[in-house]
């Protein structure tokens, strides 16, 4: 009797040691599965707008950025552009395919090439910049470009966003860029190049995926950049009325 108690024994924890290992690797495989990472796309723009200047200048501008990938890697296509109404034709026109990682809990780096096809001669460059959360919660965009002839240059845009409620948002930008060598060809001199400023107030229609807005933009160029500009009889300041809307999908 004592021998079938003991073989019971046994039996009863042979079962739970061969339970426990099921339910071991069920989690491990179930915690494995969760620490894949999960792959994501979406298309949103920042600007999708129409400008009306103090000169009577009429452009259509947007600034784009689509992604696919991962928290760890994405593939980013971003494009941004003026197009001249009037003239029908595109005063500037860049686009960029990057490929960005973080590199901190609040910021990204990215590489890849840039090109710019406007009317004018177009332009190749390499890029190299990061992307994130500064402190006092503004978004940065900082970029260093390296074209096939050496020219190079730095770009930094900035965005501020003041949140009245919560459908109701004003947002504040800065881009400016700098030059470190001059493209005559293309109206750019040695030093800062130009500043664009807006003020931006919008509401949230549709949970940030449709955000119509209204606001100004000053844009200013310096230097030698201005007096290129000057010489080919353009000007070297403007201001617009802008109505748009910010797109998310």
Avoid at 103 to 108: E, L, M, P, T
Avoid at 170 to 184: C, K, M, R, Y
Avoid at 235 to 249: C, L, N
Wanted: glycine residues 8%; charged residues 25%; negative net charge.
């Amino acid at each position: 009797m004592s021998c079938i108690r003991s073989l019971a024994a046994v039996s009863f924890l042979a079962s739970i040691g061969f339970s426990t290992t099921v339910i071991a690797q069920e989690m491990i495989s179930d915690t494995t599965a969760r620490k894949q990472p999960l792959t994501a796309w979406g298309v949103q723009f920042e600007e999708f707008e129409y400008r009306y200047s103090d000169d009577d200048e009429e452009l259509g501008v947007w600034n784009a950025d689509a992604f696919y990938g991962t928290d760890e890697f994405k593939v980013r296509l971003l494009t941004t552009g003026e197009y001249e109404i009037e003239e029908q034709a595109y005063e500037t026109l860049e686009n960029q395919l990057v490929g960005q990682i973080p590199i901190s809990k609040f910021f990204d780096a990215k590489a890849g090439v840039r090109f710019d096809t406007p009317e004018g001669p177009d332009r190749t460059y390499a890029v190299l910049g990061v992307a994130g959360l500064a402190p006092q919660w503004f978004e940065v965009d900082a970029n260093l470009y390296a074209s096939k002839d050496g020219d190079t240059s730095a770009e930094i845009d900035a965005e501020y966003e003041l949140l009245f409620t919560n459908y109701w948002i004003l947002s504040a930008t800065l881009d400016a860029t700098v030059a470190f060598s001059e493209d005559e060809e293309i109206g750019v001199g040695k030093g800062l190049v130009s500043t664009e400023t807006g003020l931006r107030l919008r509401y949230d229609l549709i949970d940030r995926a449709f955000s119509p807005y209204v606001g100004v933009v000053h844009e200013r160029k310096y230097g030698d950049t201005a007096d290129l500009a000057k010489a080919e009889g353009g000007g070297t300041e403007d201001w617009f009325a802008v109505i748009g809307a910010r797109i998310a999908f």
